[in-house]
């Protein structure tokens, strides 16, 4: 979920950031309480709602007289429909998918990337050719599509599924509070490069083209990360949490030598590493919450995760904004993004079992359809604690 | 600018030497050209920014014989700065306000003109609350008009008129009604309503065919 973009003519890049983001406060506040509804009612009604409601909103928003007025209709009644629809459909995936959980999750994550890019070009010619008005009407109408999505996820019981109240009893989930965490730094890391990068390229002085190349090359690579990461976390040959850390862990570095890359080939190679290895790791951040509490919490336990993450989301933008006013460039704000990331990794690796695990030394690994496997042979494979290795 | 073309045969491959003059005074004397190739038309040109009537002449001088050109009546063209309007069209609504703007990059102009393109001059119109210009004294000249209608639309040009000549620019507007994005977005509302009808009323069809082949079927995708 990328921050909203708009033009704005501050030229304090921490206004900036806190004016683009005030959009995402209600979206964030109604996740919470998502999981209640969802669990009550099932994904396909919230979902179907949802896009109703996001596109009204823009809808809404497309006769808009003053800027109070758009931020109102669409942080307001977009983003509330936005929410509505994303947590429960990440959700649905993991329900209906167990051994091919992550490549799923993977899967659905790249219409994220595929729509960036048709919508770049989309939306400017919907602007040219019928102002913004009618452009956000346009939209509007193609967001109502999502309930159409919202119809296709047809219900399903699962024998794990909790009758009870909704998420309020994982606030005392120790381990799950932990992840929590874990991805609130980093998800205060993560978005900066997606609101800074551009105006960084622009910085070091390459024009803006070669500033939006860099930033299509990153999404490609965000993709190309997002399907390799849910292929490798089915394989079985790693703990998902061994595999999240080392993603998280990556980017994190990547982040941090983002400075580094004054040159455009080292930049759009640092800016590539970085979109892989965000890329990579954003499927795994949600197919492994089942494995901390459950197919059955998964709806509550999304709903919160995404809500107190999203508090990290809105505070390292205007954070990295701040830090670039205060220093002159984007130096400081980057290492911080990155340092926000290798934080969240190390609270990751307190999570229960993070070695406990028992790896024994080549074995012949389990193949599980994974051609990389097959030509490895043997390597290290690992069990949960109390089983036998086999 | 004055140009002065010398047409040579000669294989002589001397030095030439080149002399301006105007009113018989010399400009530039004894510019010398060296080492032309064989058969190439010797140039010399001069620019000047200043304007001046009456003759000049340019003068060649190849070894000992002098070739004379006169210029009668010299004139200076002068090059008035261009004026930026804006080659897309600005899109808009019945009802909306539009601003038109035309700049003049670095150079002042004494007034500013607004024509719309059949070619009454908007500035004389008294129509206060409908167009309204400002800037009329600075290189950014503004043109709002006000609850623009459909036939408001069109081609509308800006001529900024400096002491030494004109200069015009053109902006394009295009007005439409709301029934036009109002078309595409009804066909996709359409659409979406369509597709849910179909996904639903499928769904409640299959499920009066299922008979207990339905829990196995949940298993199955659980286990997926």
Not at chain 1, 269 to 283: D, H, R
Not at chain 2, 122 to 138: A, I, L, P, R, W
Request: charged share 15%; glycine share 8%.
């Amino acid at each position: 979920m990328k921050p909203a973009s708009g033009r704005f003519t501050t030229k304090s890049f921490f206004t900036q950031r806190i004016v683009n983001l005030w959009n995402l406060l209600p979206e964030e506040a109604v996740k919470a309480r998502l999981g209640n509804l969802t669990a009550r009612y099932g994904a396909r009604p919230v979902v179907m709602t949802g896009g109703v409601f996001s596109g009204l909103g823009l809808l809404l928003a497309s006769f808009a007289t003053s800027l109070a007025h758009l931020y109102l209709c669409i942080g307001l009644f977009s983003g509330f429909g936005w929410a509505l629809v994303f947590t429960p459909s990440v959700a649905s995936v993991a329900r209906y998918f167990k051994k091919r959980r992550t490549l799923a999750t993977g899967l659905a994550f790249t219409g994220v990337g595929l729509s960036s890019f048709a919508f770049s070009p989309l939306f400017q010619f919907l602007v040219d050719t019928y102002a913004w008005r009618g452009a956000l009407m346009l939209v509007a109408a193609m967001s109502f599509n999502l309930v159409v999505c919202g119809a296709l996820i047809r219900p399903l019981a699962l024998k794990e599924d909790l009758a009870g109240p909704g998420c309020l009893h994982l606030l005392s989930h120790w381990p799950f509070m932990r992840y929590v965490f874990a991805i609130t730094l980093i998800n205060t890391g993560y978005f900066i490069p997606y609101v800074h990068l551009v105006a960084r390229t622009r910085e070091l002085g390459f024009d803006e083209y070669q500033a939006a190349f860099l930033m299509s090359v990153a999404a490609v690579a965000d993709l190309c990360g997002r399907l390799f990461s849910g292929w490798l976390a089915d394989c079985g040959a790693f703990r998902l949490l061994h595999i999240l850390v080392a993603w998280t862990s990556l980017t994190g570095i990547s982040l941090v030598l983002i400075p580094l890359g004054q040159g455009y080939p080292l930049l759009a190679t640092i800016a590539t590493c970085y979109g892989f290895f965000s890329g990579a790791l954003t499927p795994v951040v949600f197919s492994i919450v089942p494995e901390i509490v459950g197919i059955g919490n998964i709806f509550g336990s999304l709903g919160l995760l995404q809500m107190i993450e999203s508090i990290g989301g809105l505070l390292g933008a205007p954070l990295s904004g701040w830090l670039r006013d205060t220093t002159g460039d984007y130096t400081a704000s980057f290492v911080a993004a990155g340092a926000f990331l290798l934080a969240g990794t190390l609270v990751l690796l307190t999570l229960p079992n993070f070695s406990s695990w028992r790896c024994l030394s080549w074995a012949p690994l389990p193949s599980q359809g994974c051609p990389l496997l097959l030509l490895v042979g043997r390597g290290p494979v690992c069990v949960p604690p109390g089983q036998d290795e086999s | 600018r004055l140009l002065c073309n010398l047409a040579l045969q000669s294989s002589d491959l001397t030095t030439i030497k080149v002399t301006w003059k105007k009113d018989n005074e010399t400009i530039i004397a004894n510019n010398t050209i060296a080492n032309k190739k064989e058969n190439q038309n010797i140039l010399s040109d001069q620019h000047h920014c200043t304007p001046w009537q009456g003759s000049s002449s340019c003068q060649f001088q190849v070894r000992n014989t002098t070739f004379k050109a006169n210029f009668l009546n010299c004139f200076c063209l002068f090059l008035v700065p261009a004026v930026e309007g804006k080659e897309k069209p600005i899109i808009s609504y019945e009802g909306d306000s539009v601003v038109l703007i035309c700049q003049s990059a670095n150079y002042t102009p004494v007034e500013w003109v607004w024509y719309m393109s059949n070619g009454n001059a908007v500035s004389s119109f008294q129509m206060n609350d409908k167009y309204e210009v400002t800037g009329q004294h600075t290189n950014k000249t503004k043109l709002k008009v006000q609850k623009i209608l459909e036939k408001d639309g069109g081609w509308y040009h800006c001529q900024a008129v400096f002491k030494l000549g004109e200069s015009k620019g053109k902006v394009n507007i295009k007005v439409l009604s709301y029934m036009v994005p109002l078309k595409p977005f009804f066909a996709i509302a359409a659409e979406v309503v369509i597709l849910v009808a179909i996904i639903l009323l499928y769904e409640m069809y299959s499920k009066k065919k299922q008979t207990p082949i339905d829990e196995k079927e949940f298993e199955q995708i659980e286990q997926l």
